[in-house]
């Protein structure tokens, strides 16, 4: 007979009310519902109740009524924004960036400076446990064709920062995404130097997740959010949001937004996970790989042509710790593989063709 599994020791206990920042996004409202799935409650925080109610009937009427409740906060960067939403919580993931669209750094990097901070503080004020941030891979690095590199905890984007930073124009993709990634990397900076100074009484874990993939709990409430645009646009030949942007995205990491939503999960309740930075990268693709599998799987529809030149991500990730925990959530399964994450939106737009 085998050594007999141990299950890992929780740092908050099942049934616990966690809540999720920005509850209504691409990647937080994954995170909800793993949540959900594992026996915690959630609340989430939302812009405005009224629009993002649909996700009480979605998750209410699946996990049970009470399951999950929202309340509103319209603005993360006010001061004490979070302070009501943290009270009674066992722990916090703050997953809301609400700054994709801003190019300015002026605007964007102190909003979300701000709303880590706001965030971070109420939780510490409000005696939560477990504190949880949505970082992004361009904290680390930014995507570099063919360079062999490392992404590691030590990792950090100084590039993209001194970019964003620079004098204006402030537009075009290149800058949008420079400021996107600024505003993270400053963010989670912002967060790790908190915990060092203030030295408050909670566990800060970040993950960084690469580009998501996966099922979209709600098309006809949340469209095709975030990174699922470009699978929506190469899937159309380059409609909308448009070559430009595509092209701006070089080949990189996909994550499969369940396993990524995991990986939060695992980093919000697993007591040994610690001080640590997850990076939620599964394997490497590019447009030219989404291409070949549109085709095998839909032979009968016409892509577009490979994209020439687009080269091939070579990063050494350190992304076996963030397996491990996805692996003691998911039965002992890793990585999804880049088809699974694919297929939920490819069939419904195939559908739809």
Known sequence: MGPVAVEPKLAIPKGSLVLVTGANGFIASHIVKQLL??????RGTVRNIDRASWLLDFFNTRYGEGSLELVSVPEMADNGAFDEAVEGCAGVIHSATPVMAIQDPNVAVPMVISGAMNALKAATKAGVKRF???SSSTAAADPQPNKVFPINPSVWNHDAVKAAWAPPPYEGVQRKLQVYSASKMQSE?????????????LVLNTVLPNMNIGEILSIEHQGYPSTMSWIKALWGGFSEPGEEELRSNPPQYYINVDDNALVHVGALIFEDVKDERLFSFARPYSWNTLLALFRKLYPNKKFIDDIDGVGEDKSIVA????EEILKRLNGGKG??????SVRPVTDKLAAQS
Request: proline share 3%; net charge negative; aromatic share 12%.
């Open 132 to 134: 949880v941030l949505t």
């Open 37 to 42: 799935e594992n026996g915690f409650k959630v």
């Open 335 to 340: 990585w999804t593989s880049l088809e699974e």
């Open 189 to 201: 900076q912002a967060a790790w130097e908190f915990l060092k100074t203030e030295k408050p009484n």
């Open 319 to 322: 992304n076996e710790r963030a």
